[in-house]
């Protein structure tokens, strides 16, 4: 099986290139570069710098011939999407309907996607589960929400299978500062420098926080499962308050941190919680990895 990684020099993306790799898979990694690290990269995976938007996105897909694509590349940054939603509509909608059609015209049978806990919004019964009624806050939970759409779209009309997995609050090792779940490398680096803590809010807004070695995972079952076409929530199915997130690397470094709060920002998701047994059943896949265990792995790799 040859299989196509989007962004798979990034954080979440080198872990899968991992996975894949390491299930022997044959693995060719496309990213720009534009956050994302050569040097994350094993040498068994090839390499193609481009940019999902390009123009010679199609005739990778021909010359490769990829029975599957993991298309993970993608804007990520809540706070970029509503200043400039005109920047996320174009690499994320248009960047993955490039992939879309680089596929469909090139034979490859399935796109695992990776969308977002941002689609639901704020929902008043946790955990939330995949029927649940989307109300995305920002224009990044609606150009995910969108793509998923597409997904179906494409399926119905050209017979290409999808899952799309939507991701709670991602973290591990490698990770930015930007994205989602990068509240775990941001506070690492703070105190590793012995700086104040920011806190958007009051720090009781809650995440479902899933390390990165279990959302690769997720990406390989979705490639190899035999029953496609859903959406499905990547998550630990547990809710964990930045103030706790706070007292755990407290914990974790030893000492007392100084913590500023400050106002809660726009499009920001107060609690969020996702079930995930939609997974569990489909994909025989469930988190192997301990939350608190993960968070100081992660913590003393960042430190580091």
């Given at each position: 099986?040859?299989?196509?990684?989007?962004?798979?020099?990034?954080?979440?993306?080198?872990?899968?290139?991992?996975?894949?790799?390491?299930?022997?898979?044959?693995?060719?990694?496309?990213?720009?570069?534009?956050?994302?690290?050569?040097?994350?990269?094993?040498?068994?995976?090839?390499?193609?710098?481009?940019?999902?938007?390009?123009?010679?996105?199609?005739?990778?897909?021909?010359?490769?011939?990829?029975?599957?694509?993991?298309?993970?590349?993608?804007?990520?940054?809540?706070?970029?999407?509503?200043?400039?939603?005109?920047?996320?509509a174009d690499v994320n909608m248009l960047g993955t309907i490039n992939i879309l059609e680089a596929a469909r015209t090139s034979g490859t049978k399935r796109v695992v996607f990776a969308s977002s806990a941002a689609v639901y919004g704020d929902v008043g019964t946790l955990p939330v589960r995949e029927d649940a009624i989307a109300n995305p806050q920002s224009f990044y939970g609606l150009s995910k929400y969108t793509i998923e759409k597409y997904l179906a779209l494409y399926s119905k009309l050209?017979?290409?299978?999808?899952?799309?997995?939507?991701?709670?609050?991602?973290?591990?090792?490698?990770?930015?500062?930007?994205?989602?779940?990068?509240?775990?490398?941001?506070?690492?680096?703070?105190?590793?420098?012995?700086?104040?803590?920011?806190?958007?809010?009051?720090?009781?807004?809650?995440?479902?926080?899933?390390?990165?070695?279990?959302?690769?995972?997720?990406?390989?079952a979705a490639v190899t499962a035999t029953a496609a076409n859903k959406v499905m929530n990547i998550s630990n199915n547990s809710e964990l308050s930045v103030n706790e997130l706070i007292a755990a690397f407290e914990q974790a470094a030893g000492k007392k941190l100084s913590v500023n709060y400050l106002p809660k920002r726009d499009g920001d998701i107060y609690r969020s919680r996702l079930d995930n047994s939609l997974a569990v059943a489909t994909l025989a896949w469930k988190p192997q990895h301990d939350l608190t265990a993960s968070l100081q792995a992660t913590y003393e790799y960042l430190v580091k």
């Open positions: 099986m040859k299989v196509l990684v989007t962004g798979g020099a990034g954080f979440i993306g080198s872990h899968v290139v991992e996975k894949l790799l390491g299930e022997r898979i044959d693995v060719v990694v496309m990213d720009n570069l534009h956050s994302g690290l050569r040097e994350n990269l094993s040498v068994a995976a090839k390499f193609v710098e481009c940019d999902v938007r390009s123009d010679k996105v199609k005739q990778l897909f021909k010359s490769e011939k990829f029975d599957a694509v993991i298309h993970l590349a993608a804007q990520t940054m809540v706070n970029v999407s509503v200043e400039n939603p005109y920047y996320d050209f017979g290409l299978e999808y899952f799309a997995l939507r991701y709670s609050n991602v973290f591990g090792e490698r990770q930015g500062d930007g994205g989602e779940g990068g509240v775990v490398s941001i506070f690492a680096r703070l105190i590793a420098q012995n700086r104040e803590l920011s806190v958007f809010g009051d720090g009781t807004q809650t995440r479902d926080f899933i390390y990165v070695k279990d959302v690769a995972n997720a990406n390989f």
